[in-house]
């Protein structure tokens, strides 16, 4: 099975090492051959979601024409994912491009979704010992409707001891521009989730959308709690 692999601009950036590493090697244990189309830039998402439509369409284009002869689009986000499914609501009223956009939405996946739902695989023969809680980003649950193949993925990690974060659903407070523009009641808000974190006593927070685990992380930091965190690629990927 071929896979193209949507690595988006924070996996890029700041943890092509340890995230965009794990995903490939995850996939590629699992037999698939991954391929990564160079030509790929953001997917118009923080544009989209400032009310830029007009802008978010040029960008969409482009990332259309670069997974074109993609078999399956396969993505370390949630939330990258969703806007790929967003894309055909930009080209209403056309007719060429919005058939594009849908064949783009009907072939992309994030990678706990393709495992599962896909690849039909719910053991990659994880070994993780820790005491994990996981943070479920509101784009990948609300949007995208993937709620069950990261809890399915996680329970057959040899050694992980899981504990449900409390108030899982209320958001980290990141929301891409959302930090930006509303930093106090963002500020609030992941003060609120860092609290949530420790009562579960876990000592790794996982996710599956880095700009929630940027977020969270960062003040975990600054708050100098003593939690690590990490994205599931990066679990998956663990032996031990």
């Avoid at 988006?8 to 991954?34: F, I, K």
């Avoid at 943070?135 to 193949?149: E, I």
């Avoid at 209320?170 to 963002?186: D, E, R």
Wanted: hydrophobic share 40%; net charge negative.
């Amino acid at each position: 099975m071929k896979v193209s692999l949507f690595l988006t601009c924070l996996a890029d950036v700041v943890y092509p090492a340890s995230v965009g590493q794990s995903t490939v090697e995850v996939l590629e244990r699992l037999g698939c051959e991954v391929d990564f189309p160079k030509q790929q830039t953001c997917c118009g998402q923080p544009a989209f979601n400032s009310g830029f439509h007009r802008e978010s369409r040029d960008v969409a284009k482009h990332m259309i024409k670069v997974f074109e002869d993609a078999e399956y689009v396969v993505s370390p986000s949630g939330s990258c994912t969703t806007m790929f499914h967003e894309y055909p609501k930009l080209f209403e009223g056309d007719p060429e491009w919005q058939a594009k956009a849908e064949a783009l939405k009907a072939k992309s996946y994030e990678l706990t979704q393709f495992i599962v739902d896909v690849l039909k695989v719910e053991d990659v023969g994880a070994s993780f010992d820790a005491n994990v809680t996981y943070h479920t980003s509101c784009h990948m649950t609300r949007l995208l409707g993937v709620t069950d193949a990261p809890m399915t993925l996680l329970k057959n990690v040899k050694g992980l001891n899981f504990t449900e974060l409390p108030n899982k659903e209320n958001c980290c407070g990141f929301g891409g521009t959302f930090s930006v523009k509303m930093v106090p009641i963002s500020e609030q808000m992941v003060n609120e989730k860092v609290e949530h974190i420790e009562e579960t006593g876990a000592n790794v927070l996982i996710g599956a959308d880095l700009g929630c685990l940027m977020n969270i992380g960062g003040r975990i930091d600054r708050k100098g709690k003593p939690v690590k965190v990490m994205h599931i690629a990066e679990v998956l990927n663990s032996q031990g």
